[in-house]
């Protein structure tokens, strides 16, 4: 049984930093690229980023390019999003996801998890 299994969401204030974690099981991780999606109230799934299954190249969305980071550990089977100078706007449930872009087949999600950005 595939699992994704996201923690770390809460609320933070504007600027702040959060790092959201998925723990993956149940499938190879090894060989899939994993990326992060978001649903902001009241609107679609945005793919905010992307990394190969080697860690060797990443996707940002530009909305959050040079704000977020994704990163990976093969190892412990997890993937990860730095999320840093929140602005309200990032306010959403977040998702981790197998594929590496807007466009790839996402074949597996988690549940997601709560991010809320508020003074």
């Known amino acids: 049984q595939v699992q994704l299994v996201e923690s770390g969401g809460g609320l933070a204030q504007p600027g702040e930093s959060l790092r959201l974690s998925c723990a993956v099981s149940g499938l190879n991780f090894d060989i899939y690229a994993m990326g992060w999606a978001r649903q902001a109230p009241g609107a679609g799934i945005e793919w905010l980023a992307g990394i190969y299954s080697d860690g060797s190249d990443t996707w940002y969305a530009d909305s959050v390019k040079d704000r977020f980071t994704i990163s990976r550990d093969n190892v412990k089977k997890e993937v990860y999003l730095q999320m840093n100078v929140l602005k309200p706007e990032d306010t959403g449930k977040y998702f981790c996801?197998?594929?590496?872009?807007?466009?790839?087949?996402?074949?597996?999600w988690g549940q997601g998890i709560q991010v809320t950005v508020a003074p």
């Open positions: 996801a197998t594929g590496i872009l807007p466009t790839t087949q996402h074949d597996y």
